[in-house]
Each structure stands twice: as C-alpha cells, then as structure tokens.
C-alpha cells in the first residue's frame, strides 16, 4: 500500500514536465559554471580544479537552497492535490491505511525533489568532458571524478535537505492546505537560514553558526576553512566533522516535525470553522425616506482627484489586509532586529550604531522583501477586479483606466515604501535603546527619498506596466522577475555599465558622515528623473491598452486605445514624453560625452594592449625623483584640484640619459613641461609620453621639470570615478597627480585566466628573491625606481572652512583671499609617498618628547580621539626604545571618509578611515584594542616601510607589514602584560593565514619569498615572530630587528632583501633553536598536535598528572601536499585552572617540553588540581585544528584494576 | 424620453461564433425585456451596450451618444448588473458603493453618503452596511448589485440575467425593485427565465443564435398565437412519436407524465385541448420552431 501512493506519486510527476525543466535548469547551470569562467556559482573556485570535490559540494549546498523552491512544488503537491481535485472525500472514504498514505506521498515527494538537483551530477559530467573540448578551459582545470563526490552529495546534501525542508513544507501544507502558506514555510526555512549566517560573522560563535544553518554550507565551510588546494582537489566530504553533527541534528529535527505532521492529520475533512458573526447592530436609526436624496453629478478634474484616491483607498486597503504584506512585514523587521542585535562587529568590538550603519542595514533588509512585494502585487492588483469578477462593474464606469493604474502604482509604492518607513522607526528606537542620542531622522529621511523611494516608484509604475501589456499575470510574474534579475547579468555580460539602460538603476549613493551624500547626489537626482518619467510614461501608454472589458486580441486592444486616447491624454503623453527625453539628453551628455569611463571588458583590452607595446620600454635606464615642491589649490566645493609640483631629477646611474618616458593616468589631466627636450611621442590612448632630451642627463646631474595636474569634476557621472576629491573629506597622494616614470608594471593584467586570453606569457606576482643582487635591488617596491629617499615641500591652500595637511612640520599658515593657506616642509627625505587632505576638521594635540602627536577629526566623532593619542604615544614609546629614533617632528592621525576603510601610513602621517577606529564603542574598554593595534600598526610603517624598505622581489613585504603588524603586537602585549588575551589577538592573524592560504590562487611560498599577499604577510608573518620571541625573548627579536633596521634605514640602495633580514637574526637565534628559522621563514611548516588523555592522581596533596600527546610536524609545499617531517620540536604544554571558554581561561602552569616522538606520555607533579590541559595552550604554533589540543582531567581509577 | 438605438450590429468571435448577426432593436422607456436561451448572444449584447466589448460593425445610439465612439459620455449615464457579479474580500457594501459613486463622479462626500444610505434602504441592505458583501447570499449580493447600478440616475440600466440563482422570494424582491426604478429610464432585462419577463416588461425581443427572432409586447405576441396551441398528456414512450406527427412546442413532466404543448392552426384533435398560449410557448415557438 505505502509503494502504491509512493509510486502514484512519482508516476504522476514524471508525465508533467515540471521535474524534467527543473533537472535540465541545473544541469545547464552547473554545465556553464564549469566550462566558463564568467558563470559563478557562490563565489571564485580560485586555483582548484573546476570539477574539485569541494567545487562540487560547495555547488550542491549553494543549489539545493534554489532546490527549495522546487521542494515546496512537489510536497506542496504531494498533499494537496487530492484536496485540489475534491478526490479527497471518495478517496478517505476507501479503505487506505493513514499511514501508507501519508508516508506513501511524503517519500515519494521527497524523492521527486532530490531529482532535480542530481541535475548538478550530470552538469559537472558533461562540463568536465566538453568544456576542454570547446577550448573554454583548459585541460589542466579538470580533475578526475571520485564516485564518493556523487555519492556522499546525495547522502549528505541534496537528501537530508529536501527531507528537511519537505517536513516543514509538508507539513504546513496538511495543516492550512494552502499553497501560498507552503511557500511561506519555504521562506521561513531560507529566512532561518539568513538568521543563522548573522551568528557566523565572529569567529567565537562559527560552532553555533555551523550548527544551525538548515543546509549544512557553513558546517561544511567551516569544516574546510583551511583546506589547502590539494585537499580541495581530492578530498570528497565526508561523514565527519561538523557536518555529520549538523546533518543529524535536522534529521532528527526532521523527524519529529514529521511524526507530529503525522499524529495530526486525520482523513475526516475538518469543518471549516465557521467565524463569529459580529453583531453589527447599527446604531444609527434607520433614515426613512421618501424620494431619492438630492445629488449633483461632476465629471470635472477634481473628481479624478477623488476617484484616484478611492482606487488608492481600495488598493490599499486591499494589500496592507493579505497575509503576504503582513508576513513580509514581520519578516523583514524580524530580519532587521536580528542583524540590529548581532551588532556591527569588528575583531571583538562593537561599533557605535551611527546612522549610516543603520541606513545600510536597513536598505540591504528591505531590498528582497520590497521585491518581493512589489512584483506579487503588482500582479495581484492589476488583475484584482477580474480575480473578483468586478471587473465589469468597474470597467463601465466613466473614470479614466490611467487613473485606476496610478491608483495601482501609487498603492504599491506607498506599501513598499511602508516597510521602508518602519524599519527606519525600529532603527531609531535601537539606537535609542543603544543609548545613542544622535539620532539623525533628517539623514534617514533623505536616504529613502533619494534612494529607496525613487527606485520603488520606477517598479511601481514598470511593474504594472508589465502586467497590464502582458495580460497574463504568471507571464508577467516571470518577466518581471527576469527583468528585476536576468538585466544585471544580461549587462554584465554585454559588458554595459552605462546606468541609462539598467532599469531603474542609478549611481551608488554612500553617506558618510564626513562627506554626506558626496557628488553622487547630484547624478542620482537626474537618474531618478529620467527613470521616474519613464515609468510615467510607461504607464500612461498601459493606461490605453489597459483592457476595458472583455475584448481580447491585440487589435481590440490598439481599437480601444484610439477610442480613449483624448487631447487631453496626448498632451500629458507628449509632455511626459518630452521630460523623458530631455532628461534622457542631459544624462547622456553628463555621463557619456561630458564624462567618459571604460568598462571592465574594454579596460582589459588597453591593459593588454599596453603591455604589448610598451613593455619593450621596461626597465629602461630613467632618472629619479631627489625634490619635489607642491604647490596645491584645492577647492573642495566645486571639487577641483589644480597641483604644479617642481620635481628634480637626477640620474643616479652611469650611463647618460638621452629620453624620459611617462605614463600619464587619464582621470587628472596631468601635463609635463621639460626645458630643452622635444616630445617625440604622445600616445593618449595610453597616456604614454616620451621627451628627448636636447642633451643628454650625464651621471650624477639633476635636472628639473614642472609638472601641471588638474582634477576638475564636471556635470555628473555615470558612477563617481573620483571620490578622493570630496567636498568635505579630499584625500589623495602623489602617485595620483604625478607621472609615472617609465613603462608601469602595475597597469599589467594580473589574472592567469586573462593574460592567457590576450596571449600574454605567464607573470610572475614579484620578480625572484636573489641571493647576491646588485641591479635588481636599486628599486624598492613602493617607488619602484622613481625615487629613492626625497625632500618635499608643499604650498597647499584650501577653502576658509577647511584644513589641508600636508607631510612635513607646518611651517607657516595664513588666509589669503578668502582661502587658507599652508606651507608644510618634510624633516627628512623620506618615502615618495605622501598624501595630501583637506577637510573640516577638529584638530586634539599632544606633545611627547618634542613630537608633536595630533588627531585630526570629524566633529561627529570625537569618541575615541583620547584614545588614539595615547595609543601613538604608547607606540611611539615602545618603538623608539626598542627600533630606534623617530625623524619627524610629528605624527598626525587624519580621518577621511568611509569610501575606503583602510588605515594607511604616509611619512609621519596616517589617513585613518571613518569606518574604523572613529566609530568603535570604547567605553567602559579599559584594555587595549583593535583600535590601538591598527594605531600601533601604521605607526610602526614609520620605521618599517618608511626607515627601512626592501628592494622589489620576493619577501620585500616581510619586513614592512609582517614587522609592522609583529611590533603592534608587542604595543599591545607590553599594554595587557596578559598571555591569553594575546591569544585572543593572535587567532585572527592566524585565522587570516589558515584561511587566506586555502583561497591561494596560484601557489603558496614561505614568509622569506612572500609575494605582497596580505594573508601571509600580516597573518603568518605576525604569528611567526610572535612565537619566535616567546621561543628565544623578545629583545632578542628586537635586536635582530633593529641591527638590521641601522644597516639599512635612509640608505641609498641596494635595498635589503628578506635573505638581509635573516642574517640578523641568525645572529641572535641560539643553536638549539635554528630550526625554526628553516622551518618558519624558510618553509610551510604546520604541527598537528593532539591530546589524547589526561589523567591525574591525588598524592600527598600534590596531584601526579600524566598525559598521552600525539605531534607530527608537516612540511607543506607550494599547492599543499603535505610531508611528515622528523620530530625535534619544544612544544609548550600547560595546564588552566580555570576555563569555562576561551575568554575566561587562566593558566596554572605550563612547561616547554622537547618533543621528538610522534606518541609521549608526559608526567607532572602540580600543587592544585587543573581542569584542563593543553598542547600549545596558547596557541602560538600554526595548526589548523585546536579543539583536540584539549582535554579536561580525569581521575585515574588506577588501584581499582 | 431616452431611444436607444441599435443598427445592423454584428460580432463574430475569433472561435468562429457569430454571437451578433445584424442586430437591430429601437428601445425607450420602461422595461425591456430581452429573452433568448443560453447562448443566445444575449451577453455579448449586454456587454456590447455597456462598451466593455467591440462590435464589428454596426452603429449603437443613446440619444445623441455614440457609444462606439465615445464609451466614456455613456458610461456617464450606464447602470451595469453583469451577469457575474462578484465583489472584493474584505470590503464592506457601504465602502463598495461609496467607491463605485465616486467613478460615477458623485464627488461630493454628503451626498453621496446620503446617496448611498438611500439605496441601501432601498435594497433593504441598510442594517447590513458594514458587513463584508463577500459573505452575503446571492440574493443580497444581486441586491447590491442593483443598487451600484442604480447610482448616479442612470438613463440605460442594463441587468443581465439577474435572477439565474435566486429562491422565489429574493427573485420576487428584486423585482419588485426594478419595477421600483421606474419608468423614465431604459432598463434593459436580459434573461432566460420567461415569468422575467412576463412579469416585468411592457416590451420585448427574443434572441436566438446572434439573431433578434421577434420584437414587441409580450401581449402581442401571445395574442399572435391564439388558438394555435393543443396540450395532451401522453405516455413517455410516445414523446418521438408525436414529435414526428406534431410541430411540438416543448414537452414538459406534470406528476411524472410528460405533457406536450404542440402547434396547429387548426385542432389536431386526437384528445389535444385547447390552451391559451403562455410566454413559455411564444419562447419555444420563436427558438425551436
């Protein structure tokens, strides 16, 4: 009987075509993701092949969301159809059993469901065999199939997710018997899953994330987190790690909805409740009359007025009463106040709750759900007075059909924007709640209208369009659906940016409390015209197709427009029309004549091709840059830059120098005058200029040259290009406003994948680390060979409201016409690298030991200003001590907006986003921080990058940033004086490197060869030196540091390499210990250390503890295969006295033992019981998995055997 | 004194369905019945009239008014009751009419309350104003639906088959409503159900496959067929029989026996009894035979 409806079921869903659309729909999905690079599915698959097993999990996880949809289709079927039929009542009242017939439909729909996503299967398949066959990949991207990948999918994806999500659809639908609550409960399974993905933005709560995602993808990605390429290649997932504890736990879960599904339904039909009549007794008394009451008839233009707001009224009332408005509602605010309540994170600390954290939040809610509501109702009202059969009641009416459908628009607006509205009000009660008082309503206010409630009305007027012209309300359903989503990936593809084409696109707008809406203000007001008289326009013409009545055929329809289209109605349409256009005119010249841009295709193509003709120039013999003085005028209302900077030059090799060639950036019109040479070439295509020199540039000259840069924003853009010129919040350095000497290296294609399509050879990230160099380390990686150490002096003025800084001591201000000036002149040649900014600023000093500390501010976020004194101050103490001399007379710390968040160091200045630092709640946070770290980060570029800086190769970076970021952690221990709270700190530059190396696009090389990449350079580099000075003492460290620092800093070059570096260190590294600089810096060295029991026994109130390790040392290469290497290893070992989680932990005792066999048992004799112990407790040795380096204590039973 | 006139109206539907085949009617004040069988084509009239559908060719006049040409001037002064009638969810019959006089353009609050008030007074409905009409009974909807078409003094109210589906009490009270409506305006009755018509219209026209197949007063026509109609009680088994031997009007079951009512200028006869002819008979006469 049970095999009976199993098989009734899926008998009736293979004669339908549904299950058939949905298996190809994925196939081909999957296929393109294989075979092309430019189909994503959840992100990059970076270097692994494209046929990986964790390509292929990943891909089933991401799809079998979408296989939610197809889910809800069958289960919703499965029980509703025999209700659907009426077959119901013959049916129940045959002798079936409850439970084959129950069971019977539920497996037989679970089973249907998992069809399609088997669809991936055949996807993957036929890509791996025809993608290399089409010449869309090459061979070498495929790797071989493991039977386990298909197998272990299905087992641990497709099905136990469709037999979730069938539990609750199927249930809900048995329970209400109504399609549309079934796809609520697919909604709630998907919002549950949104939900559970706010948990795992911190590190700490990834477990409970991982746990609680109903789909498994973040167990699975936690449990791969660090997977090296080669595990991603080889390894299919299996029936471990979180995923196995994930997977049961909503099977289980699964279960019980399905037996309680079970328990509740019953064959007899439930009586539909019949509701309470309300007694309605009027109290008016019945009026009594005699003869129709008098009544006057007007057709005039108020009565449009009066019959558009009863459409509105009915309209309205209409949707703001169905279940779907009040669920997406309550969704939308409940998702809202679970993101409001996660807070906005960031390394441990929570930000202030400042407006535009809140408008972002509350713009990425509302987005799917306004979508949402505009698309579903869109079709619900144009085709309301059919569905209801009052369409010819209101159809012979005398009102005008344009007036019903704005009535339509303008309701679906008002609902779309209410939601909007709401989430402002729950924002402004959580700041309220927060405490902070800054409530800024007007800023909230403006961000809808300029935003939100223009692009809500260009949907609501195109979106009725639709429906009306297609006249078939899933037709329309669809193709609003496809243009919402297909047209974004449609242009891409195209390759079209231009925002004119995109409906209802405009030019992203970014508040920033600093800069307000900046310049995309303006573009966005036009765009929000040209897309709003569009709709009008639209609308207007569905108004005379808009079917009065019953006629069908398009000829009717054309038939009855001409018979309503009045004078009237053809001047409002000319003139809507005329708008449309000239605005259409304005924004095509502003974005596409008066300012140009390229697209991401088109840029590709001049990076090809000016590598092609220009790299015959690299490495030519140029002079470089000894002075430079800046004369810079910036007038930040209007948004324009004029710069005139005097450079000298000087050939500082020994061959004359008889041309100079410049590649000139083509945003700030950038102009070089030169005495005494000719231009020969001027290509401006490329920006690429060579001057001949009338005589030569001998050896050891200098010459001078003037260069001219402008930056004058005009009209508007299409997107702004240029947000370094703001009006209130410039910031920009000299690589924008001067020439780049010579062929740019930097402008080439980067992408393995793209230079191949152009033809290029292969391109190394940085040229080879070289042992004994003596050309190759005259350029350092920064300048690369434009300068070595350079004198500036700037003359920069600005408007009356603002400041402009400039590097170096302020040597003199003053106003001149109405203008303030500044003269700033650097102490000592530094760098060529220098920003230069303008703002309103607030301006807190400090003076220390003759520097001159200084915090310059956004008046709106004076918080944590004291703070980032003292930490320069702390910074500037631990540095000078232990590195050496500071050689400015001043280190300022300058905020600018958030169209960036980076902090950067500039000689003696450090440009400090909005984003971060300004805006992080401090109170009551006496210890020190992510705050004071990234202070203590840029101010130890003073001296790494900007003292001593390595030449261009492999490993440049260690010294620069791994130093920098190893120093701020040495600021910050010397603070907390606290090991596990470094702890804390640490395992976020660890994770960066665990993580960052499983990404690896192309191959992973030890710290000493590093190649400018962020994961190793800060986060294994950091890690490394922090272990090495707990290994062999921190002075130790820092004396190799600093006796390599006096060699080099302010040198001419050569410029030292990492191999330099290394030299210093060896010196202070003990014998015993010189392993770990092959194993660290010279190696991909990781432990996987392990405690297998812990044990302990009472003696002489002294505890005898004993415990079984496990270590092995692994020798990584460059893709990740990883080799067992011999141990000989001193590994900590400790014991905590107290440790519920990792933040309360406390050390009783620990020990560095020598570990040189792969199983130990190790003994201790401790005066206070521990609860746990631990291998490497705090966790200074690059592992990837912790949690088996624990284990709590258990008393040994020793004399009972 | 208000003339509708239709000229030489013709519509064919895309299925081939000649629903209008050169339909001409002059109709005036009072009631107008319009009687035909399902399939008639009395709808696609209906809607014709009430500018919710195309004719293909052929002229319709309300006075000065062409519909055809200026749809919005009639629906100015068109009561409408289609055939299906149905409401939205939710809405109470105040708001609906409030809403349905507000298109007709009584824009006025006051009156238009009033307007209302006295409607629904009218169709007894008044104590059951804020109810939602989607739970009321057929009859009460049919009601509402008669008092929206009553608004705004229409000179055309056009009712089609608007007693299909009501107990003889609430069909009784809905006619009684029309005749309430007076005589100073066109009412156009559509229905299948004869005693409508008997017992409403001064004038009528019967309809049959797109075709008007008589025009004039109910009287007239019975007067016409004087005399003309025999009725016997036969045996089932004889129906083919007769109806071979007899133009046989209609055949109808009396306590389980059929009885015919068949056509004769002279008396077949054979146990047939003289009837006086009924609506019914001018019906099956004009259609069937």
Redesign the interface.
Request: charged share 25%; net charge positive.
């Given at each position: 009987m049970f095999l009976e409806f199993f098989k009734r079921e899926i008998d009736s869903a293979i004669r339908k075509p549904m299950i058939y659309i949905f298996f190809f729909i994925m196939a081909l999905l999957v296929f393109m993701a294989v075979v092309s690079d430019n189909v994503v599915i959840g992100g990059t698959v970076g270097n692994v092949y494209k046929n990986a097993p964790s390509v292929i999990t990943n891909y089933v996880a991401i799809l079998s969301i979408f296989g939610l949809l197809i889910a809800t289709a069958f289960f919703n079927t499965a029980a509703l159809k025999d209700y659907d039929n009426n077959f119901n009542e013959i049916l129940f009242s045959t002798p079936i059993s409850k439970a084959s017939y129950f069971f019977g439909r539920f497996f037989g729909a679970l089973f249907l469901s998992t069809i399609p996503l088997c669809g991936i299967f055949l996807g993957f398949l036929l890509g791996a065999e025809y993608g290399p066959k089409m010449g869309t990949i090459s061979v070498e991207r495929i790797g071989s199939f493991h039977a386990a990948s298909f197998i272990n999918n299905y087992l641990l994806f497709i099905l136990p997710n469709m037999f979730f999500a069938g539990t609750i659809i199927f249930s809900m639908a048995n329970k209400w018997k109504s399609t549309v609550i079934s796809f609520v409960g697919a909604l709630l399974i998907i919002i549950g899953y949104i939900v559970s993905g706010t948990l795992l933005s911190d590190i700490d709560s990834e477990t409970i994330g991982a746990l609680t995602d109903t789909f498994g993808i973040r167990a699975y990605s936690i449990d791969t987190k660090y997977f090296t390429p080669v595990e991603k290649n080889t390894i299919p997932v299996g029936f471990n790690g979180l995923l196995i504890i994930n997977r049961l736990i909503w099977l289980a879960l699964g279960v019980v909805i399905l037996l309680g599904s079970y328990f509740a339904f019953s064959f007899t039909a439930k009586q539909k409740k019949a509701k309470k009549k309300?007694s309605?007794e009027?109290l008016e008394t019945?009026?009594?009359?005699t003869q129709?009451?008098?009544?006057?008839?007007?057709?005039s233009g108020?009565?449009l007025w009066?019959?558009f707001?009863?459409?509105f009224?009915?309209n309205l009332?209409?949707m703001v009463?169905s279940t779907t408005y009040k669920i997406m509602f309550a969704f939308s605010a409940f998702i809202l106040i679970a993101n409001l309540f996660n807070g906005f994170e960031y390394f441990g600390l929570q930000s202030y709750p400042v407006t535009y954290k809140m408008m972002d939040l509350i713009d990425g809610t509302s987005g799917l759900f306004v979508i949402i509501i505009l698309v579903f109702f869109s079709g619900e009202l144009v085709w309301?007075d059919r569905a209801?059969?009052?369409n010819?009641?209101?159809?012979?009416?005398?009102?005008?059909s344009f007036t019903s459908l704005l009535a339509k628009s303008v309701s679906l607006i008002v609902v779309a924007s209410s939601i909007n509205l709401f989430l402002i009000v729950v924002s402004i009660c959580f700041q309220f709640m927060k405490g902070y008082s800054n409530v800024e309503l007007g800023i909230y206010l403006q961000n809808f209208i300029y935003n939100s409630f223009p692009t809500y009305i260009t949907w609501g007027l195109i979106l009725v369009f639709i429906q009306v012209i297609l006249n078939n309300k899933y037709m329309g359903y669809f193709v609003s659906v496809l243009v919402l989503f297909l047209l974004d990936i449609l242009f891409m593809i195209l390759d079209i940016d231009s925002k004119m084409l995109n409906i209802g696109s405009t030019p992203s707008l970014t508040y920033s409390d600093m800069n307000g809406f900046g310049a995309a203000l303006k573009s966005v007001h036009w765009f929000n015209l040209y897309w709003i008289s569009f709709g009008i326009l639209f609308l207007l013409i569905a108004g005379l197709l808009w079917i009065?009545?019953?006629?069908?055929?398009f000829k009717?329809r054309l038939?009855?427009a001409k018979?309503?289209f009045s004078k009237k109605y053809a001047l409002g349409l000319v003139t809507v029309l005329l708008v449309w256009l000239s605005t259409a005119g304005f924004v095509y010249y502003n974005t596409q004549v008066l300012n140009t841009y390229k697209t991401a295709d088109e840029m590709e193509v001049l990076q090809a091709e000016y590598e092609k003709t220009y790299k015959k120039y690299q490495g030519i013999n140029q002079p470089k840059i000894t002075d430079t003085k800046y004369h810079i005028d910036i007038y930040p209302h209007q948004r324009d830059v004029y710069v005139r900077a005097i450079v000298t030059i000087k050939n500082k090799s020994d061959q004359p120098i008889d041309s100079l060639h410049y590649t000139i950036d083509d945003s700030w019109k950038t102009k070089v005058h030169l005495k005494n040479a000719e231009q020969v070439l001027n290509d401006e295509k490329f920006g690429y200029q060579i001057f001949k020199l009338n005589t030569p540039l001998q050896p050891g000259k200098s010459m001078r040259m003037l260069v001219e840069s402008v930056y004058s924003a005009k009209g508007f853009e299409n997107e702004v290009s240029n947000t370094s010129v703001a009006a209130n919040g410039t910031f920009f350095n000299n690589f924008s406003i001067l020439p780049n000497f010579g062929y740019n290296e930097g402008y080439e294609l980067a992408d393995k994948n793209d230079r191949k399509k152009y033809d290029l050879p292969e391109k190394d990230r940085m040229p080879e680390l070289e042992s004994n160099c003596s050309i190759n380390c005259m350029n350092n990686y920064l300048s690369d060979g434009s300068a070595d150490w350079v004198n500036v002096e700037t003359y920069i003025s600005t408007s009356d409201d603002q400041i402009a800084i400039a590097p170096g001591s302020l040597v003199k201000e003053w106003k001149k016409d109405g203008r303030n000036h500044y003269h700033y002149k650097v102490d000592h040649p530094s760098q060529n690298f220098y920003s230069f900014m303008s703002a309103r600023y607030e301006k807190a000093t400090r003076k220390w030991n003759n520097i001159d500390i200084e915090v310059y501010y956004d008046s709106k976020h004076p918080y944590n200003v004291e703070r980032m004194l003292n930490a320069v101050q702390h910074s500037l103490e631990y540095y000078t001590e232990n590195f050496g001399p500071y050689y400015h007379k001043q280190a300022r710390i300058i905020e600018f907006p958030r169209y960036a968040s980076f902090a950067q160091a500039f000689p003696g200045t450090m440009p400090y986003s909005e984003a971060i630092g300004f805006i992080i709640d401090l109170e009551g946070k006496t210890e020190i921080n992510i705050v004071d770290a990234v202070i203590a980060h840029e101010m130890a570029h003073q001296w790494w990058a900007h003292q001593v800086i390595g030449s261009k190769m492999q490993g440049a970076t260690m010294f620069s940033e791994s130093f920098a970021e190893y120093s701020s952690l040495m600021v910050m221990k010397k603070a907390t004086n606290d090991e596990i709270k470094m702890k804390d700190f640490l395992k976020y530059d660890l994770n960066r490197y665990l993580r960052g190396r499983s990404n690896e696009v192309d191959k992973e090389l030890p710290i000493y060869k590093v190649e400018n990449q962020t994961h190793i350079h800060y986060g294994k580099g950091s890690v490394i030196l922090y272990a090495l000075q707990d290994y062999i003492g921190e002075d130790r460290v820092n004396q190799a540091m600093k006796g390599f620092l006096n060699e080099f800093k302010y040198k001419e070059p050569p410029y030292p390499t990492s191999l330099d570096f290394l030299r210093h260190l060896e010196a202070q590294v003990p014998d015993s210990l010189q392993y770990l600089i092959t194993d660290w810096f010279k190696e991909i060295t990781l432990y996987d250390l392990r405690l297998k029991e812990a044990t302990y026994s009472k003696q002489n109130n002294k505890y005898q503890v004993s415990i079984d390790i496990e270590a092995k040392k692994l020798r990584a290469d460059t893709i990740g295969n990883e080799l067992e290497q011999p141990l000989n290893e001193w590994i900590d070992v400790g014991f905590y006295s107290m440790y519920n989680d990792e933040e309360d932990a406390r050390l009783l005792y620990q020990e560095r033992i020598k570990i040189d066999q792969e199983h130990m048992t190790l003994n201790f004799v401790l005066d206070s019981l521990p609860v746990k112990a631990a291998i490497d407790p705090r966790r200074i040795l690059i592992e990837r998995v912790y949690n088996d380096n624990l284990k709590s204590l258990t008393e040994k039973n020793g004399e009972a055997n | 004194m208000a003339t509708l006139k239709i000229k030489n109206l013709n519509k064919t539907y895309p299925n081939g369905v000649h629903a209008l085949d050169d339909v001409n009617l002059e109709i005036s004040n009072g009631m107008f019945g319009l009687l035909g069988p399902n399939g008639a084509g009395k709808s696609s009239l209906m809607r014709t009239l009430a500018t919710l559908q195309d004719a293909d060719s052929g002229t319709v006049t309300l006075n000065d008014i062409d519909i055809f040409k200026h749809p919005t001037e009639l629906r100015k002064v068109l009561g409408y009751l289609p055939q299906e009638f149905g409401v939205y969810p939710k809405v109470s019959a105040e708001q609906l009419l409030d809403h349905v006089a507000v298109l007709k353009g009584v824009s006025n609050s006051k009156e238009r309350k009033e307007l209302i008030h006295y409607l629904l007074n009218k169709v007894n409905l008044f104590d059951k104003k804020g109810q939602n009409v989607k739970g009321f009974s057929g009859g009460m909807k049919q009601r509402i639906g008669i008092a929206q078409a009553l608004i705004g003094n229409p000179q055309l109210i056009i009712v089609d088959e608007p007693t299909a589906g009501l107990d003889p009490g609430e069909r009784n009270r809905f006619h009684n409503l029309l005749a309430d409506v007076g005589q100073e305006v066109i009412i156009i009755l559509s229905t299948h159900i004869v005693d409508d018509v008997r017992e409403l219209c001064s004038n009528m026209a019967i309809m049959n496959l797109g075709k008007i197949v008589y025009q004039g007063s109910p009287i007239a026509v019975m007067d016409e067929l004087k005399g003309k109609v025999w009725q016997k009680s036969i045996e089932r088994n004889q129906i083919e029989e007769y109806k071979n031997n007899f133009k046989v009007i209609s055949d109808k079951m009396v306590a389980g026996k059929p009885i015919i009512h068949v056509y004769k200028e002279t008396n077949p006869g054979d146990g047939f009894a003289a009837v006086d002819p009924n609506l019914e008979d001018v019906f099956f006469t004009k259609v069937y035979l």
């Open positions: 309300k309605s009027s019945k009026p009594i009359f129709s009451p008098e009544f006057s008839l007007n057709h108020s009565l009066k019959q707001i009863s459409f009224k009915v009332t209409s009463k309301r209801n059969h009052i010819e009641v209101i159809d012979a009416t005398p009102h005008g009065r009545g019953t006629s069908v055929g009717s038939k009855s018979k309503h | -």
